[in-house]
């Protein structure tokens, strides 16, 4: 199992204005392939504007395949592109992530 770990740094003062977008175009086709995220956060105190996400999969080869499905719909690729064009985002993070031996994630 591993988790990939992504991390999105909004401009000053538009982090609600893509999580807005993300919500309501960018997570429904995410949640069709790749299912339901693992956790999804947003900076509370710390450094501000960002948001993480964490999305379990099976492995790497996993993930590859359900993220393969993904960007070659061509609705998602629309969705990237209005991100961009928005110009909401600074910066963009992307880890993947191995549970150690003694993290238990049935509790």
Known sequence: MIFDHRTYTAKPNMLPKFLKLYEEVGLPMQQHYL?????FFQTHIGDL????????????????????????????????LKVIETDYL??????????????????
Do not use: C
């Open 49 to 80: 504007s960002r948001t993480v996400h964490l999305w379990k999969y099976d492995g790497l080869a996993d993930r590859e395949a359900r993220r393969d499905r993904m960007e070659a719909d061509p609705e998602w690729q629309a969705y990237r």
């Open 90 to 107: 600074l910066n963009m993070q992307n880890q993947i992530l191995k549970p150690v031996s003694f993290f238990n994630l049935d509790k």
């Open 35 to 39: 299912g339901q995220p693992f956790g």
